[in-house]
Nanobody
Framework: QVQLIESGGGLVQAGGSMRLSCTAS????????LGWFRQAPGKEREFVAG????????YYADSVKGRFTISRDNAKNTVYLQMDSLKPEDTAVYYC??????????????????WGQGTQVTVSS
């Protein structure tokens, strides 16, 4: 099992930027695909972005494509979510997640089985 700890959330005005970080420990970070999800009040958790173990492949929800960027630094055991041009509808608790299996793609169909505790992102209008 891997332990994931998110940081970087907070309050930002619409149109602003924010970067989330997620640091992992407990297993070989570089061999696993990673993802970011979010859950807004009264809504189901949804996939936001994913990155393959090699960082060669990235995936995004249509709602964030062109505004959010996922990246990873294996030397620091950290995955990032750079969020630009934020909108009030991006307000949610954001979670990072790790794939159950080795060498995965990070696509929305990935079997993510390890989760962080979440970090709140609030975008004011």
């Amino acid at each position: 099992q891997v332990q994931l700890i998110e940081s970087g959330g907070g309050l930002v005005q619409a149109g602003g930027s924010m970067r989330l970080s997620c640091t992992a420990s407990g297993r070989t970070f570089s061999s696993y695909a990673l993802g970011w999800f979010r859950q807004a009040p009264g809504k189901e958790r949804e996939f936001v972005a994913g990155i393959s173990w090699s960082a060669l492949n990235t995936y995004y929800a249509d709602s964030v494509k062109g505004r959010f960027t996922i990246s990873r630094d294996n030397a620091k055991n950290t995955v990032y979510l750079q969020m630009d041009s934020l909108k009030p509808e991006d307000t949610a608790v954001y979670y990072c997640a790790a794939d159950r299996r080795l060498l995965g793609s990070g696509s929305p169909r990935t079997d993510f089985n390890s989760w962080g505790q979440g970090t709140q992102v609030t975008v004011s209008s």
